[in-house]
């Protein structure tokens, strides 16, 4: 069974950065593409970004250029570095693992972002 551990979240100040981590224990293989959805207050959760084994990347239009997606294969882990965060970013944010071919998805158990103006 494969478990998304995700750490990193907290209260910032608009302007600020934050750095969420996430850590897959087994089961990932390159066909998984991983990644961040949000959910800000209210029922709907809204990809943020996400990436592949091979590092092709798709971000949201609300955060390209401001978040930054990245992964590490051998470790299992994706990780989102947030810069210049504003208070319409805060939302629990979860991490994602979905296979490319599969009807397998995983999702983390979420972590709260709260950007204070």
């Known amino acids: 069974q494969v478990q998304l551990v995700e750490s990193g979240g907290g209260l910032v100040q608009a302007g600020g950065s934050l750095r969420l981590s996430c850590v897959a224990s087994g089961g990932i293989d390159s066909n998984y593409v991983m990644g961040w959805y949000r959910r800000p207050p209210g029922p709907q959760r809204e990809l943020v970004a996400e990436?592949?084994?091979?590092?092709?990347?798709n971000y949201a239009a609300s955060v390209d250029g401001r978040f930054t997606i990245s992964r590490d294969n051998a470790k299992n882990a994706v990780y989102l570095q947030m810069n210049s965060l504003k208070p319409d970013d805060t939302a629990v944010y979860y991490c994602?693992?979905?296979?490319?071919?599969?009807?397998?998805?995983?999702w983390g158990q979420g972590t709260q972002v709260t950007v204070s103006s």
């Open positions: 994602l693992a979905d296979h490319l071919y599969l009807a397998r998805q995983y």
């Open positions: 990436i592949t084994s091979g590092g092709n990347t």
